[in-house]
């Protein structure tokens, strides 16, 4: 979806350089096969000022636009998971308290952790975010979401995956500074080609403070639960919510005690 308007971008130059070629070549037709750099300059001129070169540009332009549309429509339904997932993180990003330059690696560290579930995951909290805003309509926000019985479900049983994975607990919080400090300083447009974005050395330390200000905030919508949301964590995840947490919220204490 994303690749399709730079592609719609190409074929517009592409159609251009041909209309550019095409009329060059009628020029040398009329000049004993010759053209001349004052002929190019006459025959961009021409282009540049053509009413056909306006229905063309304004073709192009409506295709952009509705691949745009066609893009954030889709990526409406991509961010629902990663909404909920952040979603009590999200004053901290708002306020930069946390660089909001970390949150493709705070997601990357989420899909390491629970893998394919995550597309499962993502298509059914598109749904219920799609359910809610026909239900609601304009007055749909998404803390409506937040607070679905589904999508708390959802949420649950991605704070699981995270407690477990952190079992070994000094290991697993070490790899996760790695993840979180680390930027891309490349990208890659053909085999052997390259496109510096800069040296890395910008981006934002991930601190101690940083680290229990994530997990804190992430974990504090589960200390807390009713009895009925307890009851349904606990057929969502086979697991009393202390049982699920203990080990993690000590070792985090723990961490937090260390000078």
Known sequence: MFAKGPLQIRHAVVTMLDAFVATADEAAMRNGGQVTADDIAKIADAMKQSGEMDNFYRAVFGQIVNTIVEAQNQNRRVNAFGRLVVHPLSDFFQSQQLDRGMLHNFF???????????????????????????????????????????????????????????????????????????????????????????????????????????????????????????????????????????KFFDDLAAYRAEG
């Open 108 to 246: 990357f560290f989420v899909h390491s952790l629970v893998g394919e579930t995550e597309q499962e995951w993502n298509d059914a909290c598109a749904d219920i975010v799609e359910e809610l805003r026909a239900k609601l309509g304009e007055s749909f926000t998404w803390d409506d979401f937040y607070r679905d019985p589904r999508a708390e479900t959802i949420f649950w049983q991605v704070l699981v995956k995270i407690a477990q994975a952190f079992k070994r607990f000094e290991t697993r919080r070490d790899w996760l500074f790695k993840i979180m400090q680390h930027k891309q300083t490349s990208i890659s447009l053909a085999p052997n080609k390259y496109v510096n974005l800069g040296d890395g050395h910008d981006v934002a330390q991930f601190t101690k403070a940083d680290f229990l200000t994530v997990f804190d905030n992430l974990f504090a919508p589960v200390r807390n639960l009713s009895f009925e949301q307890a009851v349904r964590f606990e057929q969502a995840t086979g697991l009393e919510p202390k049982a699920a947490f203990a």
